[in-house]
T-cell receptor
C-alpha cells in the first residue's frame, strides 16, 4: 500500500506570494491533518479534514487555509507569505474512527517551504 | 490543555546498547493515546509504537517498547540493541479523542535527538 505523498517536496517563495501544498493520503484513509514544524515552535497542528469538512483548526491566522476533496486528497494554502512561514509542512492521514484514540496517524515526507 | 514534555534534548548511545527516551504528559482526560515517532534527517515522521491509556500491558514493537507508568504520567520509549540507523529525532505525542467532535489532533513534545555511536 502506498504511503502518504506530498507535493512538492521543496518550495521557495518570496514574501507576499501565496502557495498551495498538496497531500494524498493512504488509500482508504478519510482523515487528513496538517502540521507545521519549525525549529522554534516545534510541531504545531494546523487543521484536520474528514469527509471534505474541517473538523478542527489550530491556532493559526486566517492566511492558512485548506480543503479536502471527495477522494480524500487535501490541499493547504498559505496566502501573503511571511518570512516566519518558512517551515516543514507535514501531512498525516488516518482511517479516523469517529471515537477513540487507537487510530494511528501516518505522515508524509513533508514539504519544505522557504520564504525569502 | 494537553502537554507533552521531553526533557532530553539530546542523547548518545553506543551501538548495540539499549537506550531510554523520556516522555511525561499532562491531561485531564481519562481516555487518551500515546504515540512515538521517529524523524530522520530526511524529515518524514515514522510511526514507531502506540499505547492506549486503558491498555494493561506495555506496548512492544520489535526493538521498541514503551514503559508506561500511568500514575506518574510517563511513557518512556526503550530502544534495545541500538543500530546506527536509529540516529534521528524522536517525538512523543498524545491524542485526545475529544478534541473537537471526534477530530484527530496530536500534541507533540519538543523531541529528543538520539545519536548512535559506532
Amino acid at each position: 500500500k502506498a504511503g502518504v505523498t506530498q507535493t512538492p517536496r521543496y518550495l521557495i517563495k518570496t514574501r507576499g506570494q501565496q502557495v498551495t501544498l498538496s497531500c494524498s493520503p493512504i488509500s482508504g484513509h478519510r482523515s487528513v491533518s496538517w502540521y507545521q514544524q519549525t525549529p522554534g515552535q516545534g510541531l504545531q497542528f494546523l487543521f484536520e479534514y474528514f469527509s471534505e469538512t474541517q473538523r478542527n483548526k489550530g491556532n493559526f491566522p486566517g492566511r492558512f487555509s485548506g480543503r479536502q476533496f471527495s477522494n480524500s486528497r487535501s490541499e493547504m494554502n498559505v496566502s501573503t507569505l511571511e518570512l516566519g512561514d518558512s517551515a516543514l509542512y507535514l501531512c498525516a492521514s488516518s482511517l479516523s474512527s469517529l471515537a477513540g484514540h487507537t487510530d494511528t496517524q501516518y505522515f508524509g515526507p513533508g514539504t519544505r517551504l522557504t520564504v525569502l | 490543555a494537553q502537554k507533552i514534555t521531553q526533557t532530553q534534548p539530546g542523547m548518545f548511545v553506543q551501538e548495540k546498547e539499549a537506550v531510554t527516551l523520556d516522555c511525561t504528559y499532562d491531561t485531564s482526560d481519562p481516555s487518551y493515546g500515546l504515540f512515538w515517532y521517529k524523524q530522520p534527517s530526511s524529515g518524514e515522521m515514522i510511526f514507531l509504537i502506540y499505547q492506549g491509556s486503558y491498555d494493561q500491558q506495555n506496548a512492544t514493537e520489535g526493538r521498541y517498547s514503551l514503559n508506561f507508568q500511568k500514575a506518574r504520567k510517563s511513557a518512556n520509549l526503550v530502544i534495545s540493541a541500538s543500530q546506527l540507523g536509529d540516529s534521528a529525532m524522536y517525538f512523543c505525542a498524545m491524542r485526545d479523542p475529544y478534541s473537537g467532535a471526534g477530530s484527530y489532533q496530536l500534541t507533540f513534545g519538543k523531541g529528543t535527538k538520539l545519536s548512535v555511536i559506532p
